[in-house]
């Protein structure tokens, strides 16, 4: 009887058990399946000439309201001077070389004028003559070939001493010397180079920017080389110099090889199919030998590219004595071909001319009448005399 009690326990307690599993295993099923978290992903950016797909439209804004960026002004190059020609431009400025030499036409011609030309006319003459900076030999040739002609003529009208001041000293200045600038290219394309050489505060940087206003007026390609490469002023200036005319400027660091720069020059003139390079050398005291020859090197390192065509000495005409020495010493260094007179507007010492000429055997090529930029003109032994004595 327990046995069969234990039983109908152990059946009972079975029976649960598995009513248990079945309901369990029910309510499983019955649960929702465990949501995944979604994953964002972040809109596309449209592709370069794809269309967005959803556009986003602007708002209206009427004219109004529409800000228009700020105009850029146009920068104009600024307009290229135009020099004048150079033919005749002495001929131009007669009466400005005329107003400031007269002291010495007039002088000379109010002593000739005397009715009795004594032996203290004729120093006074002489007088004159050396205070113009004529030279002591061309003084003395002058007065002879004045007192020999004076006894022949007889009569001695204002017209005819004139005339016979102007022969003798056209005579004196000389005709025949070839005063041409050598500035165009040579045949086998490369650049004439032009050497400016003289000493600090002859006016010598700007004579170099008018020489260039001067080739350009003549129908020339120019560079300018600033081989002045101790004053940074001096670059400065001559390229504001070229650049009024439309010529390149090449300069190197304040303090570099001038030579170096002058080098570059000429180059940079081959390169650009140049007709004339023209080169600034610096200011350099004749005293000073170092200096002396550095200026010879400049003229070495160039000639590397070909041989110079000019080199041109500026003189102060006011300086007189003096620039004949400086002149001496240059003509040492390098092969002067040719002097540029400065400073004659302000000066009654146009003798200078004769004087500078007869020292070194080299024509005056060119004189400067003014602070103006085409005051520098070609010299005329004529036009020049012309205005030396004056009416």
């Known amino acids: 009887m327990e046995y069969v009690i234990l039983a109908v326990i ?4 079975a029976v649960g058990a598995v009513a248990g599993l079945v309901v369990s295993g029910r309510r499983r099923k019955q649960l929702p399946p465990k949501a995944e978290a979604p994953v964002i992903t972040p809109p596309r950016e449209p592709a370069v000439g794809e269309e967005s797909a959803t556009p986003v439209p602007e708002p209206v804004r009427t004219v109004e309201e529409v800000t228009l960026p700020p105009e850029v002004p146009v920068v104009e190059a600024p307009a290229l001077d135009v020099p004048e020609p150079t033919a005749g431009r002495l001929v131009r400025l007669r009466g400005r070389l005329s107003r400031s030499q007269n002291s010495l036409g007039k002088g000379l011609l109010t002593l000739l ?3 009795r030309l004594d032996e203290d006319t004729w120093e006074e003459i002489e007088e004159t003559l050396l205070t113009a900076d004529v030279g002591v030999a061309p003084t003395q040739e002058l007065v002879d070939n004045l007192r020999t002609r004076v006894k022949v ?3 001695r009208t204002p017209a005819e001493l004139r005339g016979l001041l102007y022969e003798e000293l056209v005579g004196l200045i000389g005709t025949e010397a070839d005063r041409s600038l050598k500035t165009a290219k040579h045949e086998d394309g490369r650049p004439a180079v032009v050497l400016v050489v003289g000493v600090n505060g002859v006016g010598k940087t700007t004579t170099s920017g008018k020489l260039g ?16 490469t101790f004053r940074a002023a001096a670059a400065d200036q001559l390229q504001t110099w070229g650049e009024r005319v ?4 090449v300069r190197g660091p304040e303090g570099g090889d001038p030579a170096s720069v002058a080098f570059d020059a000429v180059k940079e003139g081959i390169a650009e199919g140049a007709d004339t390079v ?23 390192v160039v000639e590397k590219h070909g041989p110079v065509d000019e080199v041109l000495l500026v003189l102060d005409a006011t300086t007189g004595q003096n620039g004949l020495v400086q002149a001496r010493v240059f003509a040492e260094v390098v092969d002067i071909t040719g002097i540029v007179l400065t400073k004659l507007d302000g ?37 020049f005399v012309d205005a030396l004595i004056g009416d």
Request: hydrophobic letters at 45%; charged letters at 25%.
């Open 246 to 249: 439309g010529a390149a400027t």
């Open 278 to 300: 023209l080169i600034d050398t610096a200011g350099r005291l004749h005293t000073k030998t170092g200096l002396m020859d550095e200026l010879g090197k400049v003229k070495r």
């Open 10 to 13: 152990i059946a009972v307690i």
């Open 347 to 383: 000066t009654a010492k146009g003798g200078i001319v004769i004087a500078v000429q007869r020292e070194l055997g080299v024509p005056v090529k060119l004189i400067g009448l003014g602070e103006g930029a085409d005051d520098l003109a070609p010299f005329e032994p004529g036009a």
């Open 153 to 155: 003529l007889g009569t």
């Open 213 to 228: 206003r001067v080739l350009v007026a003549d129908g020339r390609k120019v560079v300018l080389g600033a081989a002045d």
């Open 113 to 115: 004028s005397r009715e």
